[in-house]
Structure formats: structure tokens, C-alpha cells
């Protein structure tokens, strides 16, 4: 079982939708959430961070955590065409030692927003 | 633009050959971070360099290796490669060590390498 798990999708809205993105995780000691966003080609670029559990806004996009149910979310409001790629979620444990820096990332979720 | 560049951006090679990876990191960044992604791995962890100095590791393969120089670049080799080390790699940076909640790691376009 791979130690964050995200639905690769692929996911298609039209313009305007809510679109929900999910993550769950099996090892508590992750401490640190993020959502990246890639366009294809290009490599992935932090869109929101987060430490505690509940609800972080920033502009059409909210992320959320849940640590009791291992479970995080991103939120796109007003989805736009411009929004169409992959997003991941990452995860960082803190806990120094052998893992200091490193990231473990969900598969990605392939996003398509319609005109 | 992420401010952290790669070379070569595409590289073709053989099996068994032996290739190297460029990185260099966003000015004033200390850590170096490599990641290879390939379409039924995804995006993985291979290994962290903090001012010349490696920090942390991954699931690297020991015919892989990776150094960071004096000028804080950062070179990935890789060799007796085979058809399935096919694969994007992308170097990030950071300005601290990776431990710290506001050490944000940004992230390279990346160098496609295909075995064949």
C-alpha cells in the first residue's frame, strides 16, 4: 500500500464548476500538506500549503485536512480552462533524520476544465 | 519561471550507457532535491543535498548517484541504464534544509531521459 493515495482520474468539468481533489495518507507522521499544480511539460509548482488540520483560503482555492481521518482536499472555485492540470498532493513527515527534505507525493489527478 | 534550471532538457541513450543531469538551484537556495516521475511510479524522492552535503535519501538505486559542488550545483549520474530508468527527472531547491515548515521546495523543468 503506497503511503498517500490519490484518485489519478482523469477529471473533467465544465468552466465554472466546484471541483473537489483528494488525498488520504497512511502514516500520521506527516505534519506538512501541500498541493501542487504541473501543466504538462512543466514541473509542478507549489499552490498551497498547509500545517494544522481545518480550512486555508487562497483566492478560488481552499485547502483542507483532516488528521483524525488522514484526509486532505483541494478546493477550485469558479473552475477555468487555465486551471486544466495535473494536481498533487505532498506530504512531509518532519521528522529529520534519513527523510530531512524529502516530499512524498500523491499519483496526481489529471483535471480538464471545459470552455 | 521557477528559477531553477536543468539541463539537458531531453536525452535519448541506450541501454547500459551512462548519462549525467545538470541542476542548478535558485540563487541563494542551499538544498538540492532530485525526483524522478514516471507514469506508474509518479513523482518520487531520490535524494537531498544540503550545501554540499547529502541530507536525505530515498529509493535511489545504487547504479544512480548524485553530488553537489562547491557553486551549489548539482549533478545526477546515472548508469548500466536500462529501458525502465526511462522517466522525467526534476531537480528542486530550497533555501534551508528541508525540515522546516516554510522551506518551500521549488522545482525545475525537468530533463526527460529516454532508454531505448
Known amino acids: 500500500q503506497k503511503e498517500v493515495e490519490q484518485d489519478p482520474g482523469p477529471l473533467s468539468v465544465p468552466e465554472g464548476a466546484i471541483v473537489s481533489l483528494n488525498c488520504t495518507y497512511s502514516n500520521s507522521a506527516f505534519q506538512y500538506f501541500m498541493w501542487y499544480r504541473q501543466y504538462s511539460r512543466k514541473g509542478p509548482e507549489l499552490l498551497m500549503y498547509t500545517y494544522s488540520s481545518g480550512n486555508k483560503e487562497d483566492g478560488r482555492f481552499t485547502a483542507q485536512v483532516d488528521k483524525s481521518s488522514k484526509y486532505i482536499s483541494l478546493f477550485i472555485r469558479d473552475s477555468q480552462p487555465s486551471d486544466s492540470a495535473t494536481y498533487l498532493c505532498?506530504?512531509?513527515?518532519?521528522?529529520?533524520?534519513?527523510?530531512?527534505?524529502?516530499?512524498?507525493f500523491g499519483q496526481g489527478t489529471i483535471l480538464t476544465v471545459h470552455p | 519561471d521557477s528559477g531553477v534550471t536543468q539541463t539537458p532538457k531531453h536525452l535519448i541513450t541506450a541501454t547500459g550507457q551512462r548519462v549525467t543531469l545538470r541542476c542548478s538551484p535558485r540563487?541563494?537556495?542551499?538544498?538540492v532535491y532530485w525526483y524522478q516521475q514516471s507514469l506508474d511510479q509518479g513523482l518520487q524522492f531520490l535524494i537531498q543535498y544540503y550545501n554540499g552535503e547529502e541530507r536525505a535519501k530515498g529509493n535511489i538505486l545504487e547504479r544512480f548517484s548524485a553530488q553537489q559542488f562547491p557553486d551549489l550545483h548539482s549533478e545526477l549520474n546515472l548508469s548500466s541504464l536500462e529501458l525502465g530508468d526511462s522517466a522525467l527527472y526534476f531537480c528542486a531547491s530550497s533555501v534551508g534544509a528541508g525540515g522546516s515548515s516554510t522551506d518551500t521546495q521549488y522545482f525545475g523543468p525537468g530533463t526527460r531521459l529516454t532508454v531505448l
Open positions: 540563487s541563494g537556495d542551499l538544498s
Open positions: 505532498a506530504m512531509h513527515n518532519n521528522a529529520g533524520g534519513t527523510s530531512y527534505g524529502k516530499l512524498t
